[in-house]
């Protein structure tokens, strides 16, 4: 199964872009890579996805390498409200229909005032 | 429309008690998860359910059993708790695209 990995800790200045990176070198063709985030230890959230293109909604953007083997996640102004640990996870088809979500230990971002 | 909702929010057990995790999702998904996540760690999958009457292992199966009691309830049992299972429960459901959560149980057992 694909595995993610993403910096421990990142730091940004209130009202910059966040660029928060993973790397995924070994997903499959059909997977698509998820972004999620956690605040505090409220359940996670869920953020954007995405399979080759970039995409684009009203919390974030995702741009995805043509080779697929990392993304970035951006934040493309942040408040001290997007403070939380965003994990990078890629989605794996099971047999039975339904998918696995591999979750690793993600990037704690820290919006500073 | 609450999404999914966990009781119970905390709950502190001794070694060898048993319980019930509670899990209930109003979205008609088919597809649901219990996870457990650790101190400073990610979230790893316990028990997942494909669809109502179904439920497969996960990463972390040992010293759990989970019963799909209907489409929209899906409860998670520690028959005899452990320390090692002192961390926060979540439950999440889905249905072809992104999972929602629940906000969590968290569990300590002494």
């Known amino acids: 199964d694909a595995k993610t990995t993403q910096p421990t800790s990142m ?3 209130e009202g910059r872009a966040a660029n928060l990176p993973c790397n995924h070198s070994t997903i499959s063709g059909n997977e698509y890579v998820y972004w999620y985030r ?9 953020i954007i996805h995405g399979l080759k293109n970039n995409e684009t909604n009203e919390m974030a953007s995702l741009i995805i390498t043509e080779d697929r083997k990392s993304s970035t996640l ?5 408040t001290l409200r997007d403070t939380a640990v965003y994990y990078c996870i890629v989605r794996v088809a099971r047999q039975t229909g339904t998918y696995k979500y591999i979750f690793g230990t993600g990037t704690r971002l820290k919006v500073l005032a | 429309n609450a999404g999914v909702t966990q009781t119970p929010k905390f709950q502190v057990l001794k070694t060898g008690q048993s319980m019930t995790l509670q899990c209930a999702q109003d979205m008609n998904h088919n597809s649901m998860y219990w996870y457990r996540q650790d101190p400073g760690m990610g979230l790893r999958l316990i028990y997942y359910s494909a669809s109502e009457g179904t439920t497969d292992k996960g990463e972390v199966p040992n010293g759990y059993n989970v019963s799909r009691l209907n489409k929209r309830e899906f409860s998670l049992r520690l ?10 429960y979540f439950c999440a459901s889905s249905e072809i695209g992104e999972q929602y959560f629940g906000p969590g149980t968290r569990l300590t057992v002494t």
Do not use: K, M, R
């Open chain 1, 74 to 78: 951006i934040l493309p102004h942040a």
């Open chain 1, 38 to 46: 956690q605040i505090h230890s409220q359940g996670p959230q869920y």
């Open chain 1, 11 to 13: 730091d940004c200045a």
């Open chain 2, 79 to 88: 028959e005899s708790a452990a320390p090692s299972q002192t961390s926060v």
